[in-house]
């Protein structure tokens, strides 16, 4: 018989009877793993393992496991290959439109007219060779088109290998804590098998599937797979199944791992959601082909609307997803996991929708930034596209009146190349004035901040908190681990009344404390809180676990015992019962059984365990009475002396039950005591000691903190120490300074002051309170996230308030969701907290922050910085095209000339812009709040500044330059005369100019050395110089292609000596004072959109089905539609849907909780970056129940019943409490699924509070 590391090859339990266990709740999954199994110890040896030592690890046994139960990676779909990425870039609306007038112009320029020879003497004047090659400039303009293409999916290509690699950085940060050959070792989720022995405590998310063997107090989170919300109790007797992508809210225990990868209960899900996702692609073009029926039908008539609204049924059976039930959620998922997100968009932005109004809120929250740069890029869309039909309106009417009318000449076919010229330079005036090079700033000024912020420990889980955080005006920090150095020892101890500054000798304690106070700490930590030797001889012992825990398990080796060989002869597995410590309780207790009765251990907040006691050990052991007066008197003279020196002050206390004759401090039971009747079962109990534990503060902690507040951020301390320590650390860090009035407020004070007589939560009562509020003890994760919330929603200040907040716990979730941006702790945070947060502090450290504010507020002033260039340079090639059609009929830049400036001033400016290195000036200045404007009254005087000075430089030229340089005109030149120098020289001085602003445009606070890091940023050197390169190969030898003429030295120099005229130009521009320009009319982009018009097309339930808003909707998808704001925004998507997938596929991969489980304390979007760029027409989410006719908008139509109950998945679970829905939970999760709407922040803030 094949054996394996010495144990037969064949296993006791087959992988199907695994999955079918599995799928079993309660009583029943007992019943069966009794009946078939024979039990869970029975089953363990079934599959070769040791409830108590694990497997052996042995790396042949591992690989069989994995070939017989599979691994615990879910396989991702493969990227999107380079061919694909060119297609989608291909599918963008203004390069449609180009290439097709491409196209003709390049079929006109091979029509010879027969009647041409007839059309007289101005035909016959031009050059047989010039005529030839008027196919040029259609060839041009189809290669500058492919440039783009090729330019655009080369950056998604990269950007997705570039987040592939952060998200594999991401799932090797998971790591849990395994049983193998009878160690503890963390190893990373992808590694765990079949048959480990697994060690689950508070805050874990369960990377597998399980049954518990023994548990504590063990409490789980299911609502990620059943949509039940309220916390499920767990335990080897009662209900021993534990499933993956749940989260472990209270208590621990270990458990058998019986199911991992696709065959786990999330796996089973996500298999499911990828067969929907394929379903739904089909759908989709079902859902396109009846689209099309409808609107031809509504030309017949105006039958269709009125069909669609009476059979509103009909188009919902089709649009189910075949597999699930839910095509919903499915697509949502299984784009996350493709990386193709369109459709995800839309299905979220429609969620999004449907749900704010349903609450009362409004949309979806965008950061800050996006908010402002929708606003603008909106309005710039606007004015493009007007002046843009302006200009071929003119050009045409213009053409027209000369020929026909005042010349007097009949229609000739050869005229239609005039009519496609003209509407050419109509779409390249709009191309050249919405800055579509935006989206690819933002995106690439991310990119570039995010790969270096990695490196200062920051790692960031949605894109635009990095940006947010540059906005942050105040930072809410947990105080350990944080602020203070996170490594605990106990400097002072209170035993038998007399206090100790340095840790006693054990023979000096009276001998029943001494033993009592070591088998107490020993005993009631959690097991896996552990002090181990350092790495080398004389470095300082590893804490491995709680860091409270670490410093009691260091004073008890300190008094020369050891723990561990207390907790050999306790085991786990004695344990009777586990009160896990919690936010509520701030205590733990553990019940052990002895001589027939119990013992209680108990540890925790000093004032919070005194209270419950009534006995404590006095002089020389002595048991006295501890009464009120006592327990006043040592909270005088021992406690409050240790926390105003910074200790945390912890108390040990215990109480014993006994069957025969109680001492004084015992407690006599007859019958079984109630257990579940915690506060009689812990009360009357005998105090052990109080120990002082030092947590230093960090010493780069102060210096962090005065760079914050010198930058204009307010940092507070939320912490649930009590109020002494916290004002001696805050102190200590400079978050308290003297005469600054600063308000301190225990938890209980601050829930006072904040609530009215009905005990509501005030607004205007959390106003009179956080401006000066600076450190908060005592305070649960409600306080935290009621503070937080409350600063956020506030008016107070002209700016709004923009926060970060830091949380380690599972319960600092809720403030971690609800603050603009979101800080885990990496190394003392539990994945329930990482899972809620937006960057994850790799160091715990608080000096990290303020590096992510510095890159925060870079990433502003790069998108700044490229506004300030690209805005300059579309005014003035709007301006001159525009007035070159009216004065003489021709714009004196050429189309492929305009796309060559626009590639410079798009992708390459926002290369060498979005690149430059954060500076520490960054922290000098105040934030710039919600609503400031993105583009600041300096920026709006160099803007119009250098473009009064660009458009006269070129105007003198066009009108002026023929004379000034003796050259020959080019106005007024026919359709087919060759290039003339005259307007090279006026292309080529607009792109000099164009050059020396970008380098202009690198300081936008008015300063007047712009040279200055100049050469710090080899990017932005190489780009200037190869486009300047570019520029001179273009003019000399670009001929009929770019329609120039070689020019020579002089009229190099010319051009030369205009740009650099825009150098001298930008100090007279810095001289002008700023403050006396007018505040309105200078700054644009400023405030948060309350209703763009794009999130209005998201939420479609606002348009009645009879369609009164289409027009407005048609204007704006008409504006969309010629945006090319689409054509970088691919690389937003794959930015996006990278990000999503990784973060889709860290729960899928590591087997994390369904993202879904967000939901649960509200959920901020996950759209990192949402501008105006998809159609809703282009992918119909899966919800977008009907479609109005006349407009093609996706339209919900919204029954009484919908409209009567804004119901979500979290406040009406669809499932009974208890009883699972048929199929196990991956149909409950899936029944689910299909009705679950992420939260909007407005809705958070409703369900949360």
């Known amino acids: 018989m094949a054996t394996i590391d010495g144990r037969p090859a064949q296993y006791g339990v087959t992988l199907k009877q695994l999955r079918e266990l599995m799928e079993l709740r309660g009583g029943e999954g007992i019943e069966r793993l009794d009946s078939e199994f024979g039990g869970i110890l029975e089953l363990t040896k079934k599959l070769y393992s040791s409830p108590t030592n694990g497997l052996s690890g042995n790396a042949s ?44 112009s390049l ?378 150095t996170n490594r605990m020892t106990v400097v002072q101890s209170f035993i038998c009344s007399e206090d100790h500054k340095t840790t006693p000798k054990f023979e000096s304690l009276p001998h029943t404390v001494g033993e009592l106070l070591v088998n107490s700490i020993s005993i009631n930590s959690a097991y896996t809180s552990r ?142 005591p109630n257990w579940d009747d915690e506060d009689n079962i812990i009360s009357n109990m005998t105090c052990i000691c109080i120990v002082g534990i030092e947590d230093p503060v960090r010493p780069e902690v102060p210096d962090a903190i005065r760079k914050c507040q010198r930058a204009g951020i307010t940092v507070r301390m939320v912490t649930g120490d009590n109020i002494n320590t916290a004002r001696s650390i805050a102190s200590k860090c400079g978050i308290l300074r003297p005469g600054d009035n600063s308000l301190i407020l225990e938890g209980k004070e601050f829930n006072r002051r904040v609530r009215d007589a009905s005990g509501k939560i005030q607004q205007h009562l959390i106003d009179k309170v956080w ?78 922050i303020v590096k992510a504010v510095m890159w925060g507020r870079n990433v502003y002033d790069s998108i700044a910085k490229f506004l300030q260039f690209q805005l300059t340079v579309n005014v003035v090639a709007v301006v001159v095209a525009f007035v070159g059609a009216c004065a003489i009929n021709d714009s004196p830049l050429k189309a492929v000339q305009m796309l060559w400036v626009n590639l410079i001033m798009d992708t390459l400016a926002s290369l060498a812009l979005a690149t430059e290195a954060p500076t520490p000036d960054l922290l000098l200045r105040k934030p710039y709040g919600r609503t400031k404007p993105l583009i600041s009254r300096t920026m709006m005087k160099n803007i119009l500044g250098q473009a009064m000075y660009m458009i006269c430089v070129i105007f003198v030229l066009l009108f002026y330059g023929d004379k000034l340089l003796d050259i020959d005109s080019g106005r007024y030149a026919d359709i087919r005369d060759p290039p003339s120098q005259h307007f090279t020289i006026i292309f080529n001085t607009f792109v000099m100019m164009t050059l020396f ?24 050197y190489s780009i200037w110089l190869s486009t300047l390169a570019s520029q001179i190969v273009i003019v000399q030898f670009g001929g009929m292609a770019f329609s120039t003429q070689a020019l020579s030295l002089e009229l190099w120099l010319w051009c030369l000596l205009f740009g650099c005229g825009v150098l001298l130009w930008g100090q007279v521009v810095t001289s002008i004072p700023t403050k006396k320009l007018p505040k309105n009319v200078f700054s644009y982009g400023s405030g948060e959109p309350i209703n763009d018009p794009i999130a209005d097309l998201a939420s479609e339930d606002k348009l009645d089905s009879d369609g009164k808003d289409s027009k407005r909707t048609g204007q704006i998808l008409w504006i969309r539609g010629l945006t090319r704001l689409q054509t970088q925004l691919r690389v937003i998507r794959a930015f996006k849907s990278t990000l999503e997938d990784l973060e889709e596929r860290r729960s899928c991969h590591s087997l994390h909780s369904l993202r879904i489980s967000r939901s649960q304390q509200g959920n901020r979007p996950m759209s990192d970056i949402s501008y105006i760029d998809e159609d809703s027409t282009k992918s119909p989410s899966p919800n977008s129940d009907k479609r109005c006719g006349s407009c093609n908008a996706t339209v919900r139509l919204v029954t009484p019943v919908e409209e009567s109950s804004p119901t979500t998945a979290e406040t009406a679970p669809l499932v009974p409490p208890g009883s699972p829905p048929p199929g196990g939970p991956a149909a409950a999760a899936t029944q689910q699924l299909g009705h679950h709407r992420p939260h909007t922040h407005a809705n958070t803030q409703n369900s949360s509070s």
């Open 997 to 1020: 602003n970008e380098i202009n445009a690198r300081k936008i606070h008015g300063q007047r050395n712009v040279f200055q890091g100049f050469f710090t940023n080899p990017i932005f």
């Open 107 to 484: 079929g006109l320029s091979f029509y010879k007219p027969p009647a041409e020879s007839s059309s007289g003497p101005q035909v016959g004047q031009h050059d047989e060779g010039e005529e030839e090659a008027g196919w040029i400039e259609g060839v041009a303009i189809l290669i500058s088109v492919a440039v783009v293409v090729f330019v655009t999916a080369f950056n998604d290509y990269t950007k997705e290998k570039q987040f592939r690699g952060l998200q594999s950085r991401i799932e090797g940060e998971h790591k849990f804590s395994v049983i193998r050959g009878g160690e503890v070792h963390d190893i990373g989720v992808g590694d765990i098998v079949v048959g480990d022995i697994c060690q689950i405590k508070y805050g874990d998310l369960l990377p597998t599937d399980g049954i518990l063997i023994q548990s504590n107090d063990l409490k789980i989170d299911e609502s990620s797979l059943t949509g039940e919300s309220d916390h499920v109790k767990k335990g080897a007797d009662t209900d021993p199944m534990v499933l993956s992508g749940t989260h472990v809210m209270e208590g621990s225990g270990k458990m058998l791992v019986t199911a991992v990868g696709v065959n786990s209960q999330a796996g089973i899900i996500f298999t499911l959601l990828g067969a929907a996702a394929d379903e739904e692609e089909v759908e989709a073009k079902k859902r396109k082909k009846e689209a099309k029926k409808q609107r031809k039908k509504q030309k017949k008539g105006d039958s269709g609307e009125e069909l669609i609204v009476a059979n509103p049924n009909k188009q919902g059976e089709g649009e189910a997803g075949a597999v699930t039930g839910n095509s919903h959620h499915a697509t949502a998922n299984s784009a996350n996991a493709d990386g193709d997100v369109r459709n995800n968009k839309h299905s979220k932005e429609e969620e999004e929708g449907e749900e704010g109004a349903a609450s009362g809120g409004g949309g979806h929250d965008k950061s800050v930034l996006q908010a402002k740069l929708t606003k603008l890029a909106i309005q710039i869309g606007y004015a493009g596209s007007f002046i843009a039909v302006l200009t071929v309106v003119i050009l045409i009417v213009r053409f027209c009146v000369q020929t026909f009318v005042l010349e007097g000449k009949p229609w000739d076919t050869f005229y239609a190349n005039h009519f496609v010229k003209f509407f050419i330079i109509g779409v390249t005036v709009l191309v050249v004035a919405v800055p579509e090079g935006l989206p690819l700033a933002v995106t690439l000024s991310l990119a570039y901040s995010v790969k270096k912020m990695m490196k200062d420990n920051n790692l960031v889980r949605h894109l635009d908190a990095c940006e947010t955080m540059g906005n942050a005006t105040a930072i809410c920090s947990d105080k350990t681990g944080t602020l203070t």
């Open 771 to 848: 401006p000066s509020l600076r450190v908060l003890a005592r305070s649960s994760p409600t306080d935290k996230y009621t503070l937080v919330r409350g600063i956020i929603e506030s008016k107070v200040s002209a700016n709004r308030e923009v926060v970060a907040v830091t949380g380690d716990g599972t319960n600092d979730g809720p403030a971690l969701k609800i603050a603009d941006v979101g800080f885990a702790m990496g190394i003392a945070g539990t994945d329930v907290a990482k899972e809620a947060s937006d960057i994850i502090l790799t160091d715990d450290n608080f000096t990290s």
């Open 61 to 104: 046994d591992m690989e069989h496991r994995r070939q017989t139960f599979g691994s615990n990676v879910i396989p991702p779909k493969p990227p999107k290959t380079f061919l694909t990425l060119v297609w989608e870039a291909l599918q963008d609306v203004t390069l449609i439109i180009l290439q097709v007038a491409a196209v003709v």
């Open 531 to 672: 002090v181990l030797p350092g790495d080398n001889p004389g470095d300082l012992p590893k804490q491995v676990g709680n860091k409270t825990e670490c410093a009691l398990l260091g004073f008890v080796l300190d008094l020369g015992k050891s723990y561990q060989v207390i907790r050999d002869e306790v085991t786990e597995e004695n344990f009777h019962r586990v009160y896990t410590f919690n936010s509520v309780r701030k205590s733990m207790s553990t019940v052990v059984p002895r001589n027939g009765g119990y013992r209680i251990y108990t540890k925790g907040a000093s004032e919070i365990v005194m209270k419950k006691c009534s006995f404590i050990h006095g002089k020389d052991g002595r048991l006295e009475n501890f009464s009120r007066s006592m327990q006043e008197r040592l909270v005088r003279e021992v406690i409050e002396p240790m926390a105003c020196n910074g200790l945390r002050t912890i108390s040990v206390a215990y109480r014993d039950f006994v069957t025969g004759k109680a001492e004084i401090n015992q407690v006599h039971f007859d019958s079984e």
